[in-house]
């Protein structure tokens, strides 16, 4: 556990589950992390900066080894705001080897810090409200929306395996509404919505997924890049009918009622939303990324020329975990294990193409598209979701 001196100063822990094919040590780990995350963000979210200063505390690190592989938790401790948390998050997920060995990665939940004193101070504000109305004699109006706020914030329920925070009126609901976490879920009770119920971290549960058939489900997520991750998501894995959104940069733990019910009032039927956030990218100035699928649509109609020194470094590379590396005009600058490549090519200045006899990964493209690179070239693709439409990213499969 984080110590209770960094819970004073953070206001949430980051947990995610980590994967090793093989055996390392715990500083292995943590090497690893500030190693292939290094520049990756920039100064003003470099992991070993954020540490400096405190806005992070001590990454710790849980391991078990068995059968010639390591498995356990990675805990990172944030004083940053919640979109620069959920950022670190996801660059931590980015991070695919520890020494020479493969690893993966992923979220299992954000916890927020503040949570528990938040329940303290709500316990100990009913607490007093009732001994102040044995001592005194109350005014009438104050009072019952005082007492109401507290027995609606009292309503508050574990529902699903997953223990996930709710209103009391779920399971009798036709539609439900879906948000973020229990600050949340909190406030929408107090203002008296009663079918709601949280995800608590970017996995959405299954239980979530299983109402989410049953029954009419409105996502009603933060106006800010937070919202946005957390919507995505859930969109992927379960059956969401309307979203709703926060004031740009808003959250939905700080609306007042008159908020919350216009929010709900101008939530749109996902395939709207779809449109107009379609629409509100074409409006915007043209970015350099695109969809992964995008690019493929192209490439079905524009071909591809793949140089002929390329194509003789897929032959040289294939089956043998090598890389090359190639320069401006095309000639041969490194010749690297695929464990280096990432780490290689960030101390480059200018790449014109990368083959490699490994995985693309969202993390290669991130950094080859920084160096410059018109094509990457590996064996197989994963979990790549943007790319620049100047950068070719391009499988051995779809070159043969």
């Known amino acids: 556990m984080v110590g209770k001196s960094e819970y004073d100063t953070m206001k949430y822990v980051i947990k995610a589950r980590i994967e090793i094919d093989g055996v390392v040590e715990k500083s292995d780990v943590v090497g690893a992390i500030f190693g292939q995350t290094e520049g990756l963000l920039g100064e003003e979210l470099d992991?070993?900066?954020?540490?400096?200063?405190?806005?992070?505390?001590?990454?710790?690190?849980?391991?078990?080894?068995?059968?010639?592989?390591?498995?356990?938790?990675?805990?990172?401790?944030?004083?940053?705001?919640r979109v620069e948390t959920a950022i670190l998050a996801a660059t931590l997920e980015t991070?695919?080897?520890v020494g020479p060995c493969t690893a993966r990665i992923v979220l299992e939940k954000i916890e927020d810090v503040r949570e528990e004193k938040r329940k303290k101070i709500i316990d100990r504000a009913v607490e007093i409200l009732r001994k102040w109305e044995e001592e005194v004699v109350p005014e009438s109006q104050e009072i019952t929306e005082h007492v109401m706020r507290a027995v609606r914030t009292g309503e508050l329920i574990r529902y699903g395996p997953e223990g996930l925070p709710a209103g009391p009126n779920i399971d009798d609901a036709d539609t439900i509404i879906v948000v973020e976490g229990r600050a949340d879920v909190i406030n929408l009770l107090?203002?008296?919505?009663?079918?709601?119920?949280?995800?608590?971290?970017?996995?959405?549960?299954?239980?979530?997924?299983?109402?989410?058939?049953?029954?009419?489900?409105?996502?009603?997520?933060?106006?800010?890049?937070?919202?946005?991750?957390?919507?995505?998501?859930?969109?992927?894995?379960?059956?969401?009918?309307?979203?709703?959104?926060?004031?740009?940069?808003?959250?939905?733990e700080e609306l007042t009622r008159k908020e919350i019910v216009k929010a709900l009032r101008s939530k749109l039927p996902v395939e709207q939303f779809a449109v107009e956030k379609r629409k509100e990218e074409i409006r915007k100035p043209h970015s350099i990324k695109v969809k992964v699928e995008e690019q493929r649509a192209i490439k079905e109609t524009v071909k591809v020329v793949i140089p002929e020194l390329l194509l003789k470094g897929i032959e040289e590379v294939r089956g043998k975990g090598k890389a090359v590396i190639y320069g401006s005009n095309f000639e041969v600058v490194k010749k690297v294990p695929v464990g280096e490549l990432a780490e290689t090519l960030q101390k480059l200045d200018k790449v014109k193409a990368v083959v490699f006899d490994g995985v693309i990964t969202q993390r290669l493209v991130d950094v080859a598209s920084e160096k410059g690179a018109e094509y990457i070239i590996g064996a197989v693709e994963r979990d790549v979701t943007k790319c620049p439409v100047n950068l070719s990213v391009l499988t051995f499969e779809e070159i043969s």
């Open 47 to 81: 992991l070993r900066e954020l540490q400096k200063t405190g806005r992070i505390g001590r990454i710790k690190v849980n391991l078990e080894t068995r059968g010639g592989k390591s498995t356990g938790t990675i805990i990172v401790p944030s004083s940053l705001d």
């Open 95 to 97: 991070v695919d080897r």
């Open 190 to 252: 107090k203002h008296g919505f009663r079918n709601v119920i949280a995800v608590e971290g970017t996995n959405i549960p299954k239980t979530i997924i299983e109402l989410s058939r049953k029954k009419n489900v409105i996502a009603f997520v933060d106006g800010d890049r937070g919202g946005e991750l957390i919507l995505k998501e859930l969109l992927q894995v379960a059956d969401v009918d309307y979203i709703a959104r926060a004031p740009p940069g808003r959250e939905v």
